[in-house]
């Protein structure tokens, strides 16, 4: 892919959420099935070279504890319409990590619908090189109780949150 088709960390690590930016909380579906908000967006941080991701055990204090998955959250309301996607992955991995790595995001996500309901997650791929993958050390939020480098095939062996699998069928 051409570099065109990357957001670089000079510009992704500037987006913050706006002040007029509203939370929605816990949505309740037709179907009788819940989500946090109407929409959401997170990143999966992936290392070409060693085609390995960064996946966070989420805590006992969230929604699918227990589950390996991405940084990420609920999309705010701004206006009357939904943040973008792209500063609510970037803004939700930033409080849960505690900072950004360096590296490129590709700019089209992995859209996730579920069905029945208005409700869409999408997932940025943020790709890191080696050196940046050695020398990024997350400090972890609430929301999760580790984290930790996995290659991509031997996911198998975890209990890998389904949208983190679905994310990668599609890769």
Do not use: C
Not at 47 to 57: D, G, W
Not at 74 to 90: P, Q
Not at 126 to 153: M, S
């Amino acid at each position: 892919m051409a570099d065109t088709d990357y957001i670089l960390y000079e510009q992704y690590s500037r987006l913050f959420s706006s002040k007029d930016a509203r939370e929605v909380g816990l949505v309740h579906h037709l179907d009788e099935t819940n989500t946090w908000g109407l929409g959401g967006a997170g990143l999966l941080i992936l290392s070409p070279e060693y085609q390995e991701v960064l996946l966070f055990k989420r805590s006992g204090l969230v929604h699918d504890s227990g589950y390996w998955g991405i940084t990420g959250g609920a999309r705010n309301i701004i206006g009357n319409s939904l943040e973008k996607s792209l500063v609510t992955a970037v803004v939700e991995s930033r409080e849960e990590m505690g900072s950004l790595p360096k590296g490129k995001i590709l700019q089209g996500p992995y859209v996730y619908s579920k069905e029945g309901t208005d409700f869409t997650y999408e997932t940025y791929i943020l790709e890191i090189d080696a050196a940046e993958k050695g020398l990024f050390v997350p400090r972890l939020n609430w929301e999760h109780d580790k984290y930790g480098w996995f290659e991509i095939d031997k996911l198998s062996e975890l209990d890998v949150h389904p949208g983190v699998l679905y994310v990668l069928e599609q890769l």
